[in-house]
């Protein structure tokens, strides 16, 4: 006869019952200590024949699982925490004992800054569990007299933050900025520019909330404070970006084993170097999202984001979620919405994911040779600006649902081992089309070059190129950006080629002026005069070194400025990406998706212009 094993509920063994369980025959039921239950908590033994019987050590044995299973059926709870504060107090005697043998150097104070962070989290964790308190953004129902003056009395709360902010922030700007950089003016008619066309062409100019407007800037100018103009706040985005770069490092060790060291180390080719940090960066995060610390950590962005902008919760939760994943992966944390959102909400969900970038391809990117501390922070401070330019561009004008931020997607493996091995073979699909992508883009951006040179060439025009077109079409938007004059059409050529093309493409152009500049500064520190190096066009020559500087070097701020404007995944090819994957999770709204992404495309692009504008306001060179 075959197996089978049936499920069935008994008394407790502290009620007179044995702890042996039951199996079925076609005879009924018989004694058989196959299936345990203690505390309606079962665990059953499978069967392999009705005539099996324990006997000598097959008995003990029996005996052994049954004793241990009901323990932890009875004191399983107890079990685990006691565990927990063992490793609690080992970690606690470590730390204890590392700040007493070394103290003083950086990795003391990272371990301290990241017990801090973690006893901080641990006692927030303890506290709402023992309370049962939990931080609410949405006021309960209330009488409807009661709630009109509570309305009223928020409203007049919220224009007269708002109108402090706005004093205090124009006052910092021409005191501490202005009056020193008078020439950084023209980003402050850059962000003017920008919201007033987008006012004027907005969806429904008359139901614009100013809102999440202003306090998505305002959120985003507070962020580029801190990080761009205070010395501390520079050097502690600094020290998080070598973090990051060393973390991301970490992926050599696997590229290396399979590639060898010659080709990962000594030639650092593309394929060799810079894909297999997509690999190592998405399986991190597959693990993370699997510990659930990916969903609380975006939950609290969410939350914070909502309560600053009044936003809903799903467009909040997607918005935050795009700082650390991509556009395609961000939308599934908030796929139970999805189907019941409004047009605005989709349309800032779009936004959200065109206007920032995935943790992985900025591991990438940091690998070019980009600065990390003003990637990272480039991508934090367009989390709120998607949303801002978002609202303006397409406000609400429909009656939004009830959401609630517990409703987010969860990781379906069932163990860290099966998480890491998902988040390897998801990697391989990112990492094929970023290879293929880049391929095809370089190969038809040749092409292109080559009939545009051809075309030139017959009327008399040398070296007409997309890259040249682009350098005189984009030029308003990098000169209102704040970029130093003589780098115009570098920038501009660079945002062109992340429009038309890929932010991949944009960012590898910027590391070669980057490492352009290292190179020219390196060889004037050596040599100490202005006549040793040359201009030829564009270029620079450096004649004791026999090399010569590709499209020459920008200025630091100009180097920044780019930076933040080229942080996002606005661009025509990501429009088909975006529409099929979100059009994957949600098929009814496809004609919803299609009618605003080209919308959301130019939304996404001007909130990457609009950081590039704050950027080039408040930057400050500490390295001089």
Not at 83 to 99: R, W
Not at 424 to 442: D, G, P, Y
Request: glycine share 8%.
């Amino acid at each position: 006869m075959d197996s089978e094993v049936t499920s069935i509920e008994m008394k407790p063994a502290s009620q007179g019952v044995t702890n042996l369980g039951y199996r079925s025959t076609e005879n009924g039921l018989s004694d058989h200590p196959d299936s345990v239950q203690h505390n309606s908590v079962k665990f059953e033994i499978e069967e392999n024949s009705d005539d099996e019987v324990y006997t000598g050590c097959a008995r003990v044995a029996n005996k052994i699982q049954t004793g241990v299973v009901g323990t932890l059926s009875k004191h399983g709870s107890k079990i685990k925490l006691l565990f927990k504060l063992v490793l609690l107090l080992l970690y606690f005697a470590y730390f204890g004992y590392a700040m007493y043998y070394r103290f003083g150097d950086e990795g003391s104070i990272r371990l301290l800054v990241c017990t801090i962070l973690g006893v901080l989290i641990l006692l927030l964790y303890t506290f709402n569990r023992l309370s049962g308190f939990k931080f609410k953004f949405s006021s309960e129902e209330r009488s409807l007299s009661k709630e009109k003056k509570i309305k009223k009395i928020k409203r007049h709360t919220g224009r007269f933050l708002m109108l402090a902010v706005f004093i205090a922030l124009a006052a910092y700007i021409i005191y501490d900025v202005l009056l020193d950089y008078p020439q950084n003016a023209i980003s402050v008619a850059g962000l003017a520019l920008y919201i007033i066309i987008f006012y004027v062409f907005s969806k429904n100019p008359a139901k614009v909330k100013w809102r999440p407007v202003f306090w998505g800037f305002a959120l985003q100018y507070i962020f580029a404070l801190v990080i761009l103009r205070t010395s501390w706040g520079y050097q502690a985005f600094q020290w998080l970006g070598d973090r990051v770069t060393e973390f991301l490092n970490y992926s050599n060790a696997g590229a290396t084993f399979l590639f060898g060291d010659i080709l990962v180390t000594t030639y650092s080719l593309f394929a060799f170097r810079v894909l297999p940090v997509v690999v190592y960066f998405y399986t991190v995060t597959s693990v993370l999202y699997y510990l659930g610390v990916m969903q609380v950590i975006v939950k609290k962005m969410g939350m914070f984001l909502s309560f600053c902008l009044g936003t809903s919760p799903a467009e909040s939760l997607n918005a935050a979620g795009n700082i650390f994943v991509g556009m395609t992966e961000a939308p599934l944390m908030i796929q139970p919405f999805l189907k019941d959102m409004t047009k605005s909400e989709l349309h800032a969900v779009m936004t959200g994911g065109f206007a920032t970038i995935a943790g992985s391809v900025l591991g990438a990117y940091i690998n070019f040779g980009v600065p990390a501390n003003h990637l990272i922070t480039a991508s934090v401070m367009s989390a709120p600006a998607a949303l801002a330019i978002s609202k303006l561009a397409y406000p609400e004008t429909e009656r939004t649902r009830k959401q609630d931020f517990d409703k987010m997607g969860k990781s379906k493996d069932r163990n860290v081992i099966e998480a890491i091995s998902s988040g390897a073979s998801n990697s391989v699909k990112v990492v094929a089309a970023i290879a293929v992508n880049v391929m095809a883009f370089l190969c038809v951006l040749e092409f292109v070059n080559m009939t545009l040179d051809w075309f030139g060439d017959r009327v008399g025009v040398d070296g007409l190129s997309f890259q040249l077109i682009c350098s005189y079409v984009f030029y308003p938007i990098a000169y209102f950006m704040g970029t130093d004059v003589s780098d115009c059409r570098k920038v501009a050529e660079l945002v062109g080629i992340k429009t038309f093309t890929n932010e991949f493409l944009a960012y590898k152009e910027l590391s070669v002026l980057i490492a352009n500049k290292k190179n020219f500064t390196d060889y004037t520190a050596q040599w100490n005069s202005s006549a040793d190096w040359y201009y030829q066009g564009d270029d620079i020559v450096l004649p004791y070194v026999n090399q010569t500087l590709k499209k020459g070097i920008m200025s630091g701020k100009s180097e920044v400025i780019a930076t933040y404007a080229l942080c996002g995944f606005s661009n025509i090819g990501s429009m088909g990406i975006f529409l099929g994957g979100m059009s994957a999770l949600v098929p009814s709204r496809r004609g919803d998706l299609a009618q605003i992404v080209v919308r959301a495309m130019v939304a996404g692009n001007v909130a990457c212009f609009l950081t590039g504008c704050i950027a080039g306001l408040l930057y400050k060179d500490y390295n001089t």
